[in-house]
């Protein structure tokens, strides 16, 4: 989607190796956040921001850390992937409470741990 | 593309008809709600929204209808399209609970030429 990219789009990483996804956004918006997707789950939010340096969990960070240092990024970190962290992962951004029109979401990182 | 719809209800609709997917939301202090469309392989996409102080938004080929006595939402696609296709997920975001949405588990709609 246009002003938010996720990088790689695919990867395959071996059980108890580190791995970080990126996100890239060139829309200024205050809100970030990672979700994964996983069939018979839906959407499930890991963790999100609201400016740089301001994260805060969601309902399924274990495992998961994340940082900010600019706006433009926001990184998931899984410290020592498992293989029930085999899913596809969202970033999404967004504007403010009285702006807040939804999420835009990138087009999602197929994670696959072995 | 990945394969999200294992366990998804489905509906299957003819081309050209209308098509009606429903949702249960959880939270009467919900203060806006969302659709989104997924295609396969790619992240969800913005269809339409209401905020709850509304019952109805009418976009193009697509109206939502909120019923918050019953915490029901819909969606309505008009002249159904094989475009249409897709995985539908509604979302809510609650009242002071910051700008997260809370996501719903999606329908699949299946147009039939």
């Known amino acids: 989607d246009a002003g938010i990219t996720q990088s790689p789009r695919h990867k395959v990483t071996e059980t108890g190796t580190p791995v970080t996804l990126r996100c890239h956004q060139t829309?200024?918006?205050?809100?970030m956040y990672w979700y994964r997707q996983d069939p018979g789950h839906g959407l499930r939010l890991i963790h999100y921001?609201?400016?740089?340096?301001?994260?805060d969990k969601g309902e399924v960070s274990d495992g998961y850390s994340v940082s900010r240092s600019k706006t433009e990024d926001f990184l998931l970190t899984l410290e020592s992937a498992t293989s029930s962290q085999t899913s596809v992962y969202f970033c999404?951004?967004?504007?403010?409470?009285?702006?807040?029109?939804?999420?835009?979401f990138g087009s999602g990182t197929r994670l696959t741990v072995v | 593309g990945e394969n999200v719809g294992l366990h998804l209800p489905t509906l299957s609709v003819q081309e050209g008809d209308n098509s009606i997917i429903n949702c249960a939301y959880s939270?009467?202090?919900?203060?806006?709600f969302i659709w989104y469309k997924q295609e396969s392989g790619k992240g969800p996409q913005f269809i339409i929204d209401?905020?709850?102080?509304?019952d109805k938004r009418q976009g193009q080929r697509v109206t939502v209808l909120l019923n918050k006595t019953v915490k029901h939402l819909s969606l309505q696609i008009a002249a159904t399209q094989p475009g249409d296709s897709a995985v539908y997920f509604c979302?809510?975001?609650?009242?002071?609970?910051?700008?997260?949405?809370?996501f719903g588990t999606g329908t699949q709609l299946k147009v039939e030429l």
């Open positions: 999404a951004i967004s504007e403010g409470q009285e702006l807040f029109y939804g999420y835009t």
């Open positions: 829309e200024n918006h205050r809100y």
């Open positions: 921001s609201y400016g740089v340096k301001d994260t």
């Open positions: 939270n009467s202090a919900s203060d806006y």
């Open positions: 209401i905020r709850s102080n509304m």
């Open positions: 979302a809510e975001r609650l009242t002071g609970g910051g700008n997260k949405l809370t």
